[in-house]
């Protein structure tokens, strides 16, 4: 059922993403594609695999920001995304000395002390370009879960004594289950993975907005040519800080909601911060169309859809054991075969043929 | 003491990936997965043949300069006149898929080669060397000056160096472009499998302890000057110490330090300690 949920959201985006399509056409299938995903725990058993593409969304939404319209190519979102989570799970933890604090509180507070953290960094990594910045921003990916470690300001008798859980484990409980009139909303299936639709469609709105305002159209010259958007009068430190920490609100925003679920931290939680992680956000905006509107939410449903089609037709330990493979293969294969994503194909009329990748192949060799 | 030697193995690392990123252009994320491979190479060969890491070396290096040459003759080379963000991808691509393969294949266990004189010293007064420590900063010095010498004297380390200054240019004198890419692309493979023989002797490694190396590749050469090999050697020393005191002195998080480093160093002096225009 989940695959079938893939299938129709994705021919709903695409539709809604064509610009030939009439705009009361492109807006009707929008909110066929949002009434399907609010009803998906109606019609699905397991709405695992659909919050975990949800809020890839929203994650990849952030990095579309920084490396999509502003063009600066981060490699170290992953750092905000596993910060958010733990902040939040630290203002949310019940042991000793935590706050036990509700998720509507924890969650916002997470992502707006991350995008501060993450003007701090952009303030000095922006002033590099190129390499130097990719490298910088995945220095940040490789120390933040180290930082998150320091017995100097995180350990027991540090600055923030014991906010990370200090070598314990931070915990919370699942979400109770929610009761609106004659029906009961399971905690876990419905509820969360209702939030994790929420943060795919601030993602969604956001960009929307992004694209149609004067700091969109900043952003977008500041990739196109930064020297000539300052001369033209953009404001470019201020505007790529800004797109940084947007971006990096939108990481801790993902990263929160998948740290509820996992309602169990560890200081060692080497999952959150993962390459796999680092590297879907990505890869799922690269599949998509880097830049683009609906190319994040096309790019995760590609990706996800994939996953959910190998796990149907192989067995769950087999596809587990190969995963990492699976997806390091498939990162190779789109950088290579289709790197402008699936969007080629629906912004423009070019067939669908093995030609087209045989051309992207070519495009860039010497 | 112990750092120094250390540094020259880390100079080792930055020398190949400097090597690539210099002449290329290309920031090979995938270097932490060449020097995986040839760390398992030695390994193998140490625990199934017999054959001493020092005396592997000169195979294992064939045996990656063979990888890295076809590596980048049929896959990189495609996408040499793309965007920044699609060779990082690429070559993080490569590096996640040896790396997934290699945790199937071999699982997360450390592993290190251990020669029976591994863990026999030279006893100089207070000090004490390890053998292997000792004949690994001797290949790293060796390495570095033949390297030196390879691209400074010989016809096709001149090729090299003209493509790495101006491609077009160097194509009009006749130079095969995409082949002089291969072969340089081979021998900073070569030269990782060289650090990574001398890191499995040195030290334990499993699959996913490599993935630090190409951030702390990329430091020594920003340190030292993108285009010089004096560079990064220094680079590589300074960081071995940089190593050494934060383990002790300051905190376990090692990493921040080195990124700190980094960090300070390119904004305050984008072309590093020793670095200018051009290979040299």
């Known amino acids: 059922m989940n695959l079938a949920i893939f299938v129709a959201g994705l021919a709903l985006a695409i539709l809604a993403a064509r610009p030939q399509s009439s705009p009361g056409l492109r807006w009707a299938a929008t909110l066929g594609l949002l009434a399907i995903l609010v009803a998906a725990p109606a019609l699905s058993s397991s709405t695992s695999i659909l919050f975990d593409a949800l809020t890839a969304t929203c994650i990849a939404y952030g990095w579309n920001v920084i490396g999509g319209f502003t063009g600066y190519a981060s490699f170290g979102n992953v750092a905000f995304l596993g910060l958010g989570a733990f902040i939040a799970g ?12 509700p998720w509507f509180l924890a969650i916002p507070l997470a992502v707006i002390i991350t995008a501060i953290v993450a003007g701090g960094i952009g303030i000095v990594v922006l002033r590099l370009r190129g390499h130097y910045f990719s490298i910088a921003t995945l220095g940040v990916a490789v120390a933040m879960p180290q930082v998150i470690q320091a017995d100097a300001a995180f350990g027991a008798h540090g600055l923030f004594a014991n906010f990370f859980g200090g070598g314990l484990p931070l915990n919370f409980p699942l979400p109770e289950d929610v009761q609106v009139g004659p029906l009961t909303l399971d905690g876990n299936r419905v509820f969360l993975y209702e939030l994790g639709l929420l943060t795919a469609a601030i993602g969604w709105l956001l960009t929307w907005r992004l694209g149609k305002s004067k700091f969109g159209y900043g952003l977008i010259a500041i990739r196109e040519n930064e020297e000539a958007a300052e001369v033209m009068g953009v404001d470019t430190t201020i505007n790529k800080s800004l797109a940084y920490m947007l971006s990096a609100a939108l990481a801790a925003l993902g990263g929160a909601v998948i740290g509820y679920k996992l309602t169990n931290m560890t ?21 998509g169309g880097v830049g683009t509107l609906w190319g994040p939410l096309i790019g995760a449903f590609v990706l996800f859809g994939l996953q959910e089609a190998l796990r149907t037709v192989s067995s769950n330990a087999e596809f587990l054991a190969w995963q990492g493979v699976i997806f390091a293969l498939l990162v190779v294969l789109v950088v290579l075969f289709l790197p402008r994503g699936v969007m080629l194909f629906v912004m423009s009329r070019t067939p669908l043929t093995w030609r087209v990748f045989a051309r992207n192949l070519v495009a860039h060799r010497i | 003491m112990n750092g120094l030697l250390q540094g020259c193995i880390l100079a080792l690392v930055g020398l190949g990936f400097s090597l690539v990123w210099g002449i290329l252009n290309i920031v090979n994320l995938a270097h932490a997965a060449l020097i995986m491979i040839a760390a398992y190479l030695t390994y193998f060969l140490w625990s199934l043949v017999g054959l001493d890491p020092f005396v592997s070396l000169p195979l294992s290096m064939a045996v990656l300069f063979g990888i890295g040459y076809v590596l980048q003759r049929c896959v990189i080379n495609l996408v040499m006149g793309a965007s920044i963000l699609t060779t990082f991808l690429l070559t993080f691509g490569i590096e996640a898929l040896f790396v997934n393969l290699f945790l199937r294949w071999f699982s997360a266990d450390t592993r290190q080669t251990k020669p029976i004189y591994a863990n026999v010293s030279l006893n100089l007064g207070p000090l004490y060397l390890p053998y292997t420590q000792l004949g690994a900063v001797i290949v790293a010095l060796v390495l570095t000056y033949l390297l030196y010498v390879f691209l400074d004297r010989t016809r096709t380390g001149s090729s090299i160096r003209a493509v790495g200054q101006d491609r077009i240019a160097a194509r009009l004198m006749g130079i095969n472009i995409a082949q002089t890419y291969a072969l340089t692309f081979g021998i900073g493979a070569a030269l990782a499998a060289a650090s990574g023989t001398l890191l499995s002797a040195t030290s334990g490694f499993a699959p996913n302890a490599f993935s630090a190396f190409n951030v702390l590749a990329f430091s020594v050469v920003v340190l030292g000057g993108l285009g010089s090999i004096p560079g990064v050697l220094l680079g590589g020393l300074v960081f071995g110490l940089v190593y050494e005191f934060s383990g002790t002195y300051v905190l376990a998080q090692r990493d921040v330090v080195i990124f700190a480093i980094l960090i300070l160093v390119l904004v305050l002096r984008p072309t590093g300690l020793l670095g200018r225009e051009g290979y040299r």
């Open chain 1, 90 to 101: 630290g203002f949310m933890s019940r042991q000793p000395g935590h706050y036990a604090w």
């Open chain 1, 267 to 287: 200081t060692e939680a080497e999952a959150l911060f993962s390459t796999t992680n680092n590297l879907q956000m990505i890869i799922i905006c690269l599949i």
